[in-house]
Every structure is written in C-alpha cells, then in structure tokens.
C-alpha cells in the first residue's frame, strides 16, 4: 500500500496574492527533496491536516533480518458467530493466530496479505463510513507510524490487498538506558469493525509473540492462552475448550498436551473488557521476562514463584514450566480463579502424557467440570455473540 502522494509547492506557483516565483516555494521544493534523499524509504501520511514524514524502519534496523507471509482470512462459522483467523499460510489460520518468536536485537518484516471477503467485513463494521479493511498491532517491540495498524495512520491492509509491517526487537543498552524487548507480547488486529478493531479481536484476529534474549531456555511447546469476556478462552467456553482426542491428542488452542518432562510455555494474554486470574494447577514458575533465574544467582530468591497471576484487558505475561515435574502425569486443570467464571466455563486442562505420550487416565472431556453453567463459544469483545 503507497502512501498518500502530497503535491509539493510549484517553484512558479505564486506564495499569496499578488506573489509570483519567491524563494520560499523554491525553498521548499528543495527542503523535500533532500529530506527523501537523505531518509530514503518512508512516506508521507496525513494526521489532523499536517504533513508529517514518518521512516519505514526504527531506529536500529538497518534492513529486515527475516521476512514471513501472513494471512488473514475467514474461517467457518461458530453458529451464526462470524471467524477471521491469521496464519503463515491462508490453510493454516486459527485463532489464536500463529506464535510470533523473535530475538532481541532482530529485524523482522511481516507482509500481511488480507484475504477476508469485502462483504464479511462489512457485516462487522459499526459505522458504514469506516474504511474496510485488517491491520497488524503488535505490543512490546518497536515499529514506526507506517506499521502502528490504524486506521489513523493508514496503516491497514484493503481487501485484496497486501502490506509490509516491520517489527524491532530492541536490545538492552546500559548505555543509552533501553530495556530491551525481551518478554511475552501479543499482535491484533486494530481496524475491522471500527477505529480500534474490537470487532476484529472479538472474531479472532490476534496471536501471541514471545521475544528471547540469546541464552534463554527453549520451550518444547508453546502454547497461547487467551482470556476473554462472557469467560471464554480462545474464544471458546466449556467442552469446547478441550476437545483432545484420548486415543490421539493433537496439540492446538483447545488441546494442551506435553509429555511429562518437556518444556512447555504459555503465552497469556487478556482481550475484551474482564479482569480474570490465570491459575494452573500441579505448577508453579518465576515470574520474570523470559526465562527462570538460574541456581546460584544473586538475586535468585527475590524472584516471585506463583501459580496464580491477575490479568487485565491488554495485558500479557509468559512462563515455562517442566509439565509433570514432582507431580507426574495427569489432567492439570487451567482456568480463571474468578469463581464464577470458571464456574460459568472458563476452564481447560492441560493433559501431561506420560513418557510415552499414552493420556493419562480418566480423561473424558465431555465430562468437563466447567460445563455446569453450560458450554458453547464465546466473543471475545464485540457485539457478535452466541452460545
């Protein structure tokens, strides 16, 4: 997607009434073009009738080190309840989109390409004067305006159309004072529906994004963990929350498995407009950036060991925790500690197999014990609702 192209100042063009050819049109037909020789890729964008240049990379990023595809596209319905998904190809988007990973001080270049019909756009859309399209938002790393993913800085991607969004993993530098990216973050959408894409977010368009220092601990498995409004998780309540297979478990947002011994990470994230608490049973882990503290560090025991942790609209925390470890295999229930919540179907398991990948036990998913309060997906946010 090109930038709006700006009509710069004719050298003749008269400066005001009565006024032919001065030096201030000149001046600034010169000032522009060294501006684009010396800044080089970028573009103009309009924001409240000014005329603002905005780098097509941060700060630090030089060029992309790695590009990848992404796509959004519409995924079959719940119910009535309309799905957009993102993936590294169009066959394999979900929600939650694929799991970003990055390296502190990377440079990573995402082209999203939007293959949602015009048509199932317009149906999420609150205000029919707002622009169709999806975007690309991400937390915690580093981006410039032409990569914010809003409507305001036109940073969205048309239907049938496609756009580079460019991602920086800033490194800590005790020198300057940065903080580094390091952590667990989240990308969305921020455009379908209206201004601040809650329609988007309420229908599937988000995935989680963990950024590593060199050296920290490499998971076996990830796994993002969504919590929503109307107590979902993923986007879903109840049974439909854990549907793995007991004879043939395959991972995915609604079947968490890890052999006992492996590492596994969760990606934790909160969407809509609910407080919740995130508690797993069996584990506990340090609440750091990205890694545990290691035995021996000085500041090893001013690290907090939880188990439960609350989670805001917005916010985003990570861990990685050894599944079984002392407690052995078995169903690990996850859920929100709200109580009614949890009671209401805002609950999973994590099923830790033993080491050789058999499922424990006892599980029979259609006996969930949130599916009291009945089961059936769920809306993140937005006005799309059933179950």
């Known amino acids: 997607m090109t930038a709006p192209a700006w009509r710069l100042p004719d050298a003749g063009a008269a400066d005001g009434p009565g006024h032919r ?38 700060e630090g990023c030089a060029k992309p080190d790695r590009s990848i595809q992404l796509y959004a596209v519409e995924l079959p319905k719940d119910g009535t309840q309309i799905r957009l998904g993102y993936g590294l190809t169009p066959e394999t988007a979900s929600y939650p989109g694929p799991t970003m990973e990055m390296m502190e001080g990377e440079c990573l270049a995402i082209t999203l390409h939007n293959q949602v019909p015009a048509a199932t756009l317009a149906q999420l859309r609150t205000d029919a004067n707002h622009p169709l399209g999806v975007s690309l938002h991400v937390h915690g790393v580093k981006y410039t305006q032409l990569s914010d993913g809003t409507v305001q800085s036109a940073s969205f991607v048309p239907p049938g159309e496609s756009r580079t969004y460019t991602w920086f993993a800033q490194q800590r530098n005790n020198r300057t004072g940065a903080q580094g990216t390091a952590g667990y973050w989240w990308y969305h959408d921020h455009v379908v529906g209206g201004p601040h894409g809650t329609q ?23 796994y993002p963990v969504v919590f929503g409004d109307r107590q979902s998780i993923n986007l879903r309540r109840g049974v439909d929350t854990d549907t793995c297979d007991g004879q043939n478990p ?107 990948g058999a499922m424990p036990p006892g599980h029979d998913h259609h006996s969930h014990p949130a599916t009291t309060a009945g089961a059936g997906t769920a809306t993140g946010t937005g006005q799309h609702q059933h179950g």
Request: proline share 6%; net charge neutral; hydrophobic share 40%.
């Open 250 to 356: 395959r991972p995915g947002p609604t079947c968490l498995i890890a052999r006992k011994g492996e590492k596994v990470e969760f990606i934790v994230i909160g969407i809509g407009n609910e407080m919740h608490t995130f508690h797993l049973h069996g584990h506990s882990w340090a609440d750091t950036r990205t890694g545990v503290v290691g035995n021996g560090h000085p500041f090893a025991d001013s690290v907090p060991i939880i188990d439960n942790k609350s989670l805001g609209p917005g916010d985003s925390f990570g861990f990685q925790v050894v599944a079984g470890d002392s407690v052995g295999p078995g169903h690990w229930m996850l859920h929100c500690h709200m109580q009614f919540h949890s009671d209401a179907g805002m609950s999973t398991m994590l099923h830790v197999l033993d080491e050789s």
């Open 21 to 58: 050819g001065s030096g201030t049109a000149r001046l600034l037909v010169v000032a522009a073009i060294v501006l684009l020789t010396v800044v080089g890729a970028g573009g103009f964008a309009a924001a409240g009738g000014t005329r603002a240049f905005f780098a097509e990379r941060p």
């Open 200 to 222: 988007g977010l309420g229908v599937g368009l988000f995935g989680g994004l963990v950024v590593r220092r060199p050296g920290d601990p490499k998971p076996d498995r990830t």
